[in-house]
């Protein structure tokens, strides 16, 4: 059974490296040769067979290695994982929601099988066989969004919905870019945005608040956020910048292939059923600059995307350091040729 | 004049009185004095009901603050020697105040922070608490790797009191901590640090 599923790592000895097949299916973020903020929201709908939009929720080939991270992360640090006392129902209504889509999407995997509040579920890639009663925490070993959370690539959070504001009351984070659950925790969306430069000045979190407050049940959207990460390495917390920081520095014109990653979120938010909070998703995904040039179109977009991204950008996200030796190699797959519109690999 | 343009940091619009409140508990630290003392001056008459000030005396001239405060019409003012002290005092006051009891913090960032910070432990809203600016901009710092707090930073970079790394001070502020967050700044290349400078005065 586990064989679909690549055994490999996201730290010490880094062997993750995607198969061609998930090249292939790679999100590419860049619709066009240069980057800038923008409220790129749009309906998460049904996407094409095999690629990362079919289902709501992707699970492919790194999932039960990706658990083993995050178990890794959360033995560690517990504090990865916190929920506000008032958010126990959106945990039930999350839990719900990645059972109910991982059962029906991937029935070969996973499967629910519900009697009113008693609940049947089984995860058979990582040998999993739970009873529990919907609504029930003691019947589960963790809280519901840490036991589903534990389960489901992707990081997760829940924003309660009060006041005319968002506020991330719950979140289970062990992959992130750069930013502390911890810290975050009880901010309302302006607060826990504070950080991002230039867009709150072109009114990016104003617009797209407004238009998350009114997000509808059964109507979810999804954005596509990057950024870059030195080793295929998951957990790029702060809590332990002090552990991958100096990596960035270790970069040379040999090794720029396999050390530097694009990383991109598929990020999606659902309006919750019962509680009305919103659950927010971050699924990254990791490729590195050697498989990005398979595709010709690819490598020479992110030439170009590197090379006119604003500095404010480049040093938010941390590429400061790197940028110049990546710029190089990158050119050796920018041939100056026109490329097409849209993310698609042509 | 604090920095502005910090979207994660609290605003302090000043203090004003509730002419609905009848208990107004007061918690302040130094110059914080200063800001009752003037909201009584320009709104009295509308403080109506039990006044409870609890006051940190942290400056030198705290002491004479004290004996302001108490000319005050007030039920009675607690002095404590430290912003800790005061807010385990205001932690007492708050335990067993009633329906219709209006918090006011005035003072330092930290005392206002904390203030607000215990307020939302007990259940309170948290953003109903009044709030006035006096004194330092010194900060309290959360180091983010191994989550102690170290207190009254006035640079940009400061030896985490717990660990020992070298923080870099953010701008970054979360209530529920009251504090701002300090990560390691010489990660990428241990050693090399920025020139220290004082900012927060
Ligand atoms: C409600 C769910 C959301 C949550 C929980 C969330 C959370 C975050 C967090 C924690 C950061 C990092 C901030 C830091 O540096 O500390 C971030 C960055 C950002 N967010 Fe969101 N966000 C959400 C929705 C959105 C939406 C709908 C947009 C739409 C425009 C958006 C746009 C951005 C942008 C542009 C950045 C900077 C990313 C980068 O350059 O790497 N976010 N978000």
């Known amino acids: ?346 | 004049m604090l920095i502005e343009g910090i979207k994660s940091r609290p605003q302090y619009p000043g203090l004003v009185a509730d002419p609905h409140a009848n208990h107004h508990v007061f918690a302040a630290d130094g110059d914080g004095a200063q800001a009752i003392i003037d909201l009584f001056n320009r709104h009295g008459a509308q403080i109506k009901g039990r006044v409870t000030i609890v006051y940190a005396e942290t400056d030198a001239n705290s002491a004479d603050y004290t004996t302001r405060l108490k000319q005050l019409p007030v039920e009675f003012v607690h002095a404590l020697p430290t912003i800790v002290t005061a807010i385990r005092r205001l932690q007492g006051v708050l335990n067993v105040a009633r329906m219709g009891t209006r918090i006011y913090a005035a003072g330092t960032e930290t005392l206002i922070g904390l203030a607000v910070q215990l307020s939302q432990e007990l259940g309170m809203d948290p953003q109903a608490v009044l709030t006035e600016h006096r004194g330092t901009l010194a900060r309290r710092v959360q180091c983010v790797h191994c989550k102690g707090f170290t207190e009254n930073v006035k640079t940009n970079i400061v030896k985490c009191a717990h660990c020992g790394t070298n923080l870099l001070v953010r701008d970054h502020y979360s209530k529920r901590l009251a504090a701002f967050q300090g990560v390691c700044v010489d990660a990428e290349i241990p050693g090399e640090l920025p020139e220290i400078v004082e900012v927060f005065k």
């Open chain 1, 1 to 346: 059974m586990n064989q679909e599923f690549k055994k490999e790592t996201f730290r010490d000895d880094y062997t993750f490296f995607n198969s061609p097949e998930s090249i292939r299916r790679f999100p590419f973020p860049f619709w066009e040769d240069k980057y800038m903020y923008s409220v790129n929201i749009e309906p998460h709908t049904k996407g094409p067979a095999g690629s990362v939009f079919e289902f709501p929720i992707d699970i492919n080939e790194h999932y039960v290695s990706e658990m083993q991270d995050r178990a890794i992360v959360l033995k560690e640090d517990p504090l990865r994982c916190q929920a506000l006392p008032h958010m126990m129902l959106a945990q039930w209504d999350f839990l719900e929601l990645i059972m109910t889509s991982m059962a029906r999407d991937y029935p070969q995997w996973f499967s629910l099988k519900t009697e009113g509040d008693h609940w049947h579920w089984i995860n058979k890639p990582l040998n999993i066989d739970q009873k529990f009663v919907f609504g029930d925490v003691s019947t589960l070993p963790y809280e519901p969004m840490e036991y589903i959370g534990r389960q489901c690539q992707g990081d997760f959070s829940i924003q309660d919905q009060r006041d005319g504001q968002l506020w991330i009351d719950a979140g289970i984070i062990t992959t992130q870019a750069d930013w502390s659950l911890d810290f975050d925790v009880g901010m309302n969306f302006m607060e826990w945005h504070g950080p991002v430069p230039l867009a709150h000045d072109m009114k990016v979190f104003d617009r797209a608040l407004k238009f998350l407050l009114n997000l509808q049940l059964d109507q979810p959207v999804r954005r596509l956020n990057w950024t870059m990460t030195i080793n295929p390495r998951l957990d790029t917390s702060p809590e332990n910048y002090n552990k991958w920081g100096k990596d960035r520095t270790t970069v040379t014109p040999e090794n720029v292939g396999d050390k530097v990653h694009l990383r991109v979120e598929l990020q999606a938010l659902w309006r919750l059923p019962r509680s009305n909070a919103i659950l927010f998703s971050i699924r990254g995904y990791l490729i590195k600059m050697r498989e990005l040039v398979t595709v010709p179109k690819w490598g020479r977009r992110m030439h170009r995307v590197l090379k006119t991204l604003p500095q404010e950008l480049i040093d938010y996200k941390g590429i400061t350091r790197y940028r110049d030796t990546t710029l190089d190699w990158l050119s050796k797959y920018d041939d100056g040729a026109p490329t097409s519109q849209g993310g698609g690999a042509d």
